[in-house]
């Protein structure tokens, strides 16, 4: 297995490109499914998860081709709709295949996700918005086994909880549904709004993009045709190298980004007392000679992102004061906590809430990622304590993070990849 060594406490500059958004990628692949002509994706990242839903795909029976960040994948041969348990096990995403196959061929076989680092995470929510548009569910063997001979129907859907993938799988089921779908409480991400885009696009009528409450009239069957789409950057992937700059006193420049999809996250540099330049798709952030404290709570968008949380616990980590993190989305995404104990950080949890004792003077340690953001969080300690960090089972990094160890040594990092 490989692992990432870095020597602690080199100065960044520079400026780096983020990649596509792994979030809004993985939703419009699965898309594919329902397309009448062969689909084209760019500015696609290359990692693993977008590989792993790919060779789903072509599991199931379609084509595609992948190089240069651009994919075109043509579903038209798909001839079978069981979504195998050794794919699924891989990545929870997979279950964004379930609308789609159930919408396009009446009937599709999903592998129960099971849990996962981060959480229990089920599915119940995605399985009872496919009931109410007709579909029968059945569980058996760690198989969702579900059916809708007579096709999907339109329907009035309200989500107890947000959830993405749940808005995501049900609005490309409403796409090919005969008649009127409204969901309420749905996602607002960024990600669900391309994937709305997508849709209408190519045709489908959906109101109320951006919002909470979308509405979508079905095609009956009809499948559309899908234009090409430029996946949208990777707000998470961006958050994630300006903590690089903020947390080793740099000043960098994340470039192809999109800042009106961050509000949330630069609000909180800039309390930080960290100072942000906001340019048309660049942004950059500037060290300052005192972190201040922080107070976050995780929320839907355009809340906090909980994909950021394990980053901003490293960053808190250099600030003068106690900052307090609160994690309302999962149950258990303090995975982090324990190895950044490791660099000798101080910090107690009680609950969902970590309270974070700065400035913490951090040594260089071996240490494990657990999960694709909390591996991040561990590479920014490493990048700003003393001596030498390895990070270990980096294949969390890679299905999320495009070449991190390359963009981060063209910023003057001191990072390489290394074999076990
Ligand atoms: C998406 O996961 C993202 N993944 C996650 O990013 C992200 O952390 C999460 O949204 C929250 O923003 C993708 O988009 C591929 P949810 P998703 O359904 O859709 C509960 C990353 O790092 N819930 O919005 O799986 C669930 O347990 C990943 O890129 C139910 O109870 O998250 C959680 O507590 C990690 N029943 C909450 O809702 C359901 O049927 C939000 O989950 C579905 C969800």
Not at 15 to 39: D, T, Y
Not at 385 to 407: C, F, P, Q, S, W
Request: net charge neutral; charged share 25%.
């Amino acid at each position: 297995m490989d692992y990432l060594e870095i020597e602690g406490r080199a100065k960044l500059k520079g400026k780096i490109n983020v990649s596509g958004a792994k979030n809004s990628a993985l939703p419009l692949i699965a898309l594919s499914i329902i397309s009448k002509e062969p689909f084209k994706l760019s500015n696609l990242p290359n990692v693993k998860d977008i590989r792993t839903l790919l060779h789903l795909l072509e599991i199931l029976g379609a084509k595609y081709r992948f190089e240069k960040n651009v994919a075109v994948i043509d579903t038209s041969e798909i001839s079978s709709t069981t979504a195998l348990y050794d794919i699924v096990r891989t990545m929870r995403a997979s279950i964004l295949v379930l609308g789609p196959l159930l919408a396009r061929f009446g009937h599709c076989e999903v592998s129960l996700p099971g849990g996962c680092a981060i959480g229990q995470r089920p599915i119940d929510l995605h399985l009872k918005a496919m009931e109410s548009m007709g579909a029968s569910i059945e569980i058996k063997n760690g198989y969702v086994i579900t059916r809708a001979q007579n096709g999907l129907k339109g329907a009035h859907i309200i989500f107890d909880k947000v959830t993405v993938t749940g808005t995501e799988n049900v609005l490309m089921a409403a796409a090919l549904a005969k008649g009127k779908t409204t969901i309420v409480n749905a996602a607002r991400e960024p990600e669900v709004v391309q994937l709305c885009q997508v849709l209408k696009n190519a045709g489908i009528e959906i109101d109320g993009i951006g919002g909470d409450e979308l509405v979508v009239r079905g095609t009956e069957g009809e499948l559309p045709r899908l234009k090409e789409v430029e996946v949208i950057p990777d707000r998470i992937e961006a958050g994630t190298y300006l903590c690089a700059g903020a947390i080793t006193g740099s000043e960098i420049t994340v470039q192809k980004v999109e800042p009106s999809h961050m509000d949330a996250i630069l609000t909180k540099f800039r309390q930080m007392g960290l100072r942000i330049d906001i340019h048309k798709d660049s942004i950059t952030i500037h060290p300052t000679e005192k972190i201040e404290p922080v107070e976050i709570t995780t929320s839907e968008y355009p809340g906090f992102p909980t994909d950021m949380q394990a980053q901003f616990m490293a960053l808190a980590l250099k600030a003068e004061g106690v900052s307090i993190i609160e994690e309302r989305l999962f149950e258990n995404r303090f995975m982090h906590v324990g190895e950044l104990l490791r660099f000798g950080a101080n910090i107690h949890l009680k609950g969902n809430i970590a309270t974070v004792y700065g400035p913490a003077d951090l040594m260089g340690a071996d240490v494990m990622a657990t999960d694709l953001r909390a591996s991040s969080a561990l590479v920014l300690a490493g990048l700003s304590a003393k001596g030498i960090t390895k990070v270990h089972r980096i294949y969390h990094l890679d299905r999320g993070y495009e070449a991190l160890e390359e963009k981060l040594s063209s910023l003057g990092a001191k990072i390489r990849r290394l074999k076990e």
